[in-house]
Nanobody
Framework: QVPLVESGGGLVQSGGSLRLSCTAA????????IGWYRQAPGQERQGLAC????????YYVDSVKGRFDISRDNAKNTVYLQMNNLKPEDTAIYYC?????????????WGRGTQVTVSA
């Protein structure tokens, strides 16, 4: 398995911003499709955003489009999720994952997650 490590979670106030990082060991992120997911208590895990190895194309679900931005820094071998205008309903554990067959495909490797809590 490829180790993935998320970081940057924490407690923020509603309307605030947070940047999450996903670092992969043993793999080059610009050779992979990387997705961000979240899971709130009692809810199923949902995909939020993805950055493709194909021309660095990005994709977002409607609930975060315009608020969240996914990007990568190849020199640091890191994928980021910039989250702006956070809302209490964004509270969840956030995960990054390698997707095996493009951004429309399934996740094949997961990190352990990082907690994001947004207070009202």
């Amino acid at each position: 398995q490829v180790p993935l490590v998320e970081s940057g979670g924490g407690l923020v106030q509603s309307g605030g911003s947070l940047r999450l990082s996903c670092t992969a060991a043993g793999v080059t992120v610009d050779d992979e499709h990387i997705g961000w997911y979240r899971q709130a208590p009692g809810q199923e895990r949902q995909g939020l955003a993805c950055i493709s190895r194909i021309e660095g194309r990005t994709y977002y679900v409607d609930s975060v489009k315009g608020r969240f931005d996914i990007s990568r820094d190849n020199a640091k071998n890191t994928v980021y999720l910039q989250m702006n205008n956070l809302k209490p309903e964004d509270t969840a554990i956030y995960y990054c994952a390698i997707k095996s067959r493009g951004c429309a495909g399934r996740a094949s490797h997961w990190g352990r997650g990082t907690q994001v809590t947004v207070s009202a």
